[in-house]
Structure formats: structure tokens, C-alpha cells
């Protein structure tokens, strides 16, 4: 199995920050790799599809980059919905394994 | 507009099964494979396969192999997902989500709102 990491597991922040989370791959996965923004309570969210497509909706202060085995998710302005849990998923090949989570807080 | 509705909250006692349902509205059900993940309390997000609702093909992380059992029925574009032999450990949120498919890129555009499973004595 294909594990993925994230780092850092939480992080503290203000509004209007630029914030920067990584997620690195156990082996190379291309560009197959999706980012998903969750709430307490809710369903994930599709922010990022392939890397570095934003999904129809999502703000474009939320951009994706990365190939290979290291990949970034960036937020260039904070805003107050934003404070959540971010998870990165491969679906390089089964099983489509998803990173352990960054926790997004308010500084 | 496309939505999956999933059935309520379960308990149950360890050693039994539970089956959840996800009902698809809004789009050609057979037209997209149906994933389920799962998410123990406090904890991350974890696959534990997919079925094609036009074939009825499966797939399943490993660990799940055996004793989950992904169906569907396409006469009322309904996907399930029975666990049986629960444990505590197996006490989560299940999800169920959409694959969508641009070449050979796979994501989740929409899941269901989640069933949470508790399995207690």
C-alpha cells in the first residue's frame, strides 16, 4: 500500500495568512493525488483534484502543486470558513489511501 | 442537482452485522463507481473500497476483505455496505462517495452525510 504523510499534523494561523501544507507519497504517485477540506461533524470536501485542478466552487485563494512523491496545498489569505481539517488522497492505485490530516486553527 | 442520502445511525453489539445504505439521486447511478470510507471517532479518514454499479465489480482495501460486502441496487440507485462480525474498533462514520473519473484521475465530487455505527455491549 501506497502510505501518505502530511505535515504538519495541526497548525496555528491567522486571518489573511499565507499557509502552506505538504503531503508526501510513500512511492511516486504522478499527479494522482486529491486534497479534501473537512469540518466537525461534516462530510470531506473536494478542494483540489490531480494536483492542481480546483474543483468547480472551491475559492482560488486554495491552489495545489506537486508530482511525483511530494505535493503542497496552499492557502494565500486565510479566511474564518477556512479553520478545518485538511486531508490529502492518492488514487494512484487501490487502496486510494488518504494522509493522516492537518488541523487547520485559529491563532 | 446530485445527492447521496445515506441511511441513520446504527448500534449494534459486537459479533453482529450492519448494512448502510446510500441512495443516489441526480445523476445516471450506473454511470459512476461508488467508494465508502470510514472515520473511527477523533481519528482520520480511511478507503475501504469501491463497487461499480454497472457491473456490479468490487474492490476492497485488504484489511475489509472478507467481511465487508459492497451491492447495489440500480432499480432504485441504491449502493450498500455490510460489515459484519463488528467489533469495537469498527465504531465510525461510514461515508459513501462518488467517483469521478478525467482520464485516469479519480476523485470524490460528492458524498453522502455520513452513518455513524456504534458497537457496543
Known amino acids: 500500500d501506497i502510505q501518505m504523510t502530511q505535515s504538519p499534523s495541526s497548525l496555528s494561523a491567522s486571518i489573511g495568512d499565507r499557509v502552506t501544507i505538504t503531503c508526501r507519497a510513500s512511492?511516486?504517485?504522478?499527479?494522482?493525488l486529491n486534497w479534501y477540506q473537512q469540518k466537525p461533524g461534516k462530510a470531506p470536501k473536494l478542494l483540489i483534484y490531480?494536483?492542481?485542478s480546483l474543483q468547480g466552487g472551491v475559492p482560488s485563494r486554495f491552489s495545489g502543486s506537486g508530482s511525483g512523491t511530494d505535493f503542497t496545498l496552499t492557502i494565500s489569505s486565510l479566511q474564518p470558513e477556512d479553520f478545518a481539517t485538511y486531508y490529502c488522497?492518492?488514487?494512484?492505485?487501490?487502496?486510494?489511501?488518504f494522509g493522516q490530516g492537518t488541523k487547520l486553527e485559529i491563532k | 442537482q446530485v445527492q447521496l442520502v445515506q441511511s441513520g445511525a446504527e448500534v449494534k453489539k459486537p459479533g453482529a452485522s450492519v448494512n448502510v445504505s446510500c441512495k443516489a439521486s441526480?445523476?445516471?447511478?450506473?454511470?459512476?463507481?461508488m467508494h465508502w470510507v470510514r472515520q473511527a471517532p477523533g481519528q482520520g479518514l480511511e478507503w475501504m473500497g469501491w463497487?461499480?454499479?454497472?457491473?456490479?465489480?468490487?474492490n476492497y482495501a485488504q484489511k475489509f476483505q472478507g467481511w465487508v460486502t459492497m451491492t447495489r441496487d440500480t432499480s432504485i440507485s441504491t449502493a450498500y455496505m455490510e460489515v459484519s462480525r463488528l467489533r469495537s474498533d469498527d465504531t465510525a462514520v461510514y461515508y459513501c462517495?462518488?467517483?469521478?473519473?478525467?482520464?485516469?484521475?479519480?476523485?470524490?465530487?460528492?458524498w453522502g452525510q455520513g452513518t455513524l455505527v456504534t458497537v457496543s455491549s
Open positions: 462517495a462518488r467517483a469521478f473519473r478525467i482520464a485516469a484521475a479519480v476523485y470524490h465530487d460528492y
Open positions: 441526480g445523476y445516471t447511478f450506473t454511470g459512476y463507481y
Open positions: 463497487i461499480n454499479p454497472n457491473s456490479g465489480v468490487t
Open positions: 512511492q511516486s504517485i504522478t499527479s494522482y
Open positions: 490531480a494536483a492542481s
Open positions: 488522497q492518492q488514487s494512484y492505485s487501490t487502496p486510494n489511501t
